[in-house]
């Protein structure tokens, strides 16, 4: 099966679909930019979730390209997956931890049956990654993921990523 990859501008928190991918920090416990956004309206019972998994098998957080899931809370999806994408420009730029978060989130995806999947542009705001670079990565990543998840949409804050993005299907 064929995963259908579409393009929105706009704010993930917004988006309905069985799972929101959430650019999280490695603490699970809530940041800046889409983090933040996502806490925001999915409200406490993320944040709950997030706090449990802390003190069970994350008592250090979550590593760098790997992907765990929660409730969605308030937001109009049914779990949210956060993934932590790497800093640019530091020892975690590597392109494969960054393919790793889109890879990773799409297995979880597939192990709670989500068959749309919204995501950010992971690691392009505070993280720095290049857009372009990430745009291109992120859309190889799912073009080539074994999935049986059916429509992953990114969703695009900006007219530039929506931009860079659309370049990368063409």
Sequence with gaps: MTTTITLVQGDIT???ADAIVNAA?????GGGGVDGAIHRRGGPDILAECRALRASQYGKGLLTGRAVATTAGRLDARWVIHTVGPVYGSSGSDPSLLASCYRESLRVADELGAR???FPAISTGAYRWPLEDAARIAVETVRTAETSVEEVRFVLFDERAYEA???QLR
């Design 14 to 16: 917004g988006q309905s």
């Design 116 to 118: 749309t999947v919204a």
């Design 165 to 167: 993005f659309a370049a």
């Design 25 to 29: 920090n490695s603490s699970l416990l």
